[in-house]
């Protein structure tokens, strides 16, 4: 399986971007996926899970009321909507596949990684 993210970019503080993770296997709808970050010198965080079916969501402290997880099981594609975006949310993003059916916050719960898209948010 591969994941390929797109929609990474510069962007203003309060500005919106909306990322998008295609995995290549056409089983994509009975995978929980995940959406992480990482900044520069910081550990790979949790952002946002979504269970196969879509019924389940979770999300990180920090990005609650602002970043929104959906999936389309028909496109196969995975998404983050961001808005109210904050210097602090600068990082690479990158989704995951799990083999689980409830959304962890682990990185180990994730077994398939993508290869990360960078977020910038500058003035």
């Known amino acids: 399986v591969q994941l390929v993210e797109s929609g990474g970019g510069l962007v203003q503080p309060g500005g919106s971007l909306r990322l998008s993770c295609a995995p290549s296997?056409?089983?994509?709808?009975?995978?929980?996926m995940g959406w992480f970050r990482q900044a520069p010198g910081k550990e790979r965080e949790f952002v946002a899970g979504?269970?196969?079916?879509?019924?389940?969501?979770r999300y990180a402290d920090s990005v609650k009321g602002r970043f929104a997880i959906s999936r389309d099981n028909t496109k196969h594609t995975l998404y983050l909507e961001m808005n109210s975006l904050k210097a602090e949310d600068t990082a690479v993003y990158y989704c995951?596949?799990?083999?689980?059916?409830?959304?962890?916050?682990?990185?180990?719960?994730?077994?398939?990684w993508g290869q990360g898209t960078q977020v910038t948010v500058s003035p």
């Open positions: 979504i269970s196969g079916n879509g019924d389940h969501t």
């Open positions: 296997e056409r089983t994509f709808s009975t995978y929980t």
């Open positions: 995951a596949q799990s083999l689980h059916a409830f959304v962890g916050l682990a990185l180990d719960e994730y077994h398939v």
